[in-house]
Each structure stands twice: as C-alpha cells, then as structure tokens.
C-alpha cells in the first residue's frame, strides 16, 4: 500500500523566504510527528499531532516554525524568514494510533531536503 | 535528561563476517525501544520494536534484544545490501510517543 509520502523532496530557499512543506500521511493514521535531521545525526522530535489536534509543539526550534493539520490527515510544516541554521532534511512520520501495542510504530516519509542559501 | 547513545559510529565488515550494533540508553520509563534502517537519501524504514528486558526479535539476518540499559542488533552473515545507517530510539513514559533518536551507526559491508 501507499506509504507516507512528502513534498516537495527537495526545496532551496534565500534567506528569509518563508517555506512550506507537505505531509501525507499513511490514509487512516492518527498519529502524525515531524522530525528534523541534520546531517551525520539521528532525527529529532519537532511536533506531534493526534488527528487534527496538536498536543507537543515542544520540539519546534522557534516561533518561526509553524505546523497544521487542520483535517486531520495532510499537515504542513512552515519555516518564515529561513535562516541558514534552517538547512536539514525535515521527515513526516505516521502511526495508526496512539497507544502502545500493535500499530504504534511509526512509518517515515522520504524526507524533505532543505537548502537555505 | 532521556538519551540514546550508539556505537560504534561506523562498521566495515567483510561479507558474512557477524557482528552486533550498541545502543545505551537513559529514559525515564521506557515505553518501548525502535530499530530503524536508513539509506541514503531515504526516511527510516521500521525494522523493530522492543518493550521489555529479555525480549528478542529477528528478521532475516537481524535480530534485536533488549536489556535494562542497553539493546544490540546483531547480524548474522551479513550481504552488502546490508549496507546502511542503523538508528536506535526510545519512547519515553509520560510523553506523547515522540521518538528520541541516536546518531546511528554507519554500517558498509563489502564483497
């Protein structure tokens, strides 16, 4: 089946221009989370949404970073005013529920390289 | 402070010459540990989820185990499509099931 996939895969930026970066998620999952990986390192946690509700912002590096569900499905990820510290892939992940046991894992998109000249 | 520390940072094996992956970890109340491959220019693909010590998994030429501080990978004979970053990472108790990454091991195998 359809995994998650995200766009665009690829995306440079000047400086200060505002970003947006989409994720669809795997069709029925609640759970959706997007990391930020830098290279050479481990991802790490930006925010968590269960549905359309976003219940941990707490990994967001600043409040130039913004990220929506509003229905419950595609989310997207804005970046205003990028700043090259801004540069790093930037990975959706999915999960069917929020639980532990069966279906907890979480499923990976294919990234989305940000390049901020 | 949770964190997932992983070594060694790259592996070269010869094909079908075994060996294991480390990965230590502090978290306060593990709700479960993730073994994940990455290639490159590919998001993490799930490989493994343990919840408790003494727990085991295997898949193929994989297999995880888990103890109180620390899980290995192990692989068995490996191929050269083996090849990849291994990530471990934790989900700690009281959170909302974010993911708390190492930096990965960097694993080549090679003909």
Excluded: M
């Excluded at chain 1, 419950?72 to 892939?89: C, N, P």
């Excluded at chain 2, 193929?60 to 290995?72: D, Y």
Aim: proline content about 5%; charged content about 20%.
């Amino acid at each position: 089946g359809a995994g998650v996939s995200q766009s665009p895969r690829y995306k440079v930026a000047k400086r200060g221009q505002d970003v947006a970066l989409r994720c669809d998620p795997i069709s029925g999952h609640v759970s959706l989370f997007w990391y930020q990986q830098a290279l050479g390192q481990g991802p790490e946690f930006l925010t968590y949404f269960q549905n359309e509700a976003q219940l941990d912002k707490s990994g967001l590096p600043s409040d130039r970073f913004f990220a929506e569900r509003p229905e419950g499905s595609v989310s997207t990820l804005k970046i205003q005013r990028t700043q090259q510290e801004d540069s790093a892939v930037y990975l959706c992940a999915s999960s069917l529920n929020a639980g532990r046991g069966e279906g907890y894992e979480q499923y990976f998109g294919p990234g989305t390289r940000l390049t901020v000249t | 402070e949770d964190q997932v520390t992983q070594s060694p940072e790259a592996l070269r094996l010869q094909e079908g010459e075994s060996s294991s992956l480390n990965c230590s970890y502090t978290v306060s109340g593990l709700r479960g540990l993730f073994w994940y491959r990455q290639d490159p220019g590919k998001g993490p693909e799930f490989l493994f989820t343990l919840y408790s010590a003494g727990e085991e998994k295997e898949k193929e030429r994989l297999k995880a185990t888990l103890t109180k501080k620390e899980s290995f990978l192990h692989i068995t004979a490996p191929k050269p499509e083996d090849s990849a970053t291994y990530l471990c990472a934790v989900q700690a108790g009281g959170g909302y099931n974010k993911l708390i990454f190492g930096a990965g091991t960097r694993l080549a195998v090679h003909p």
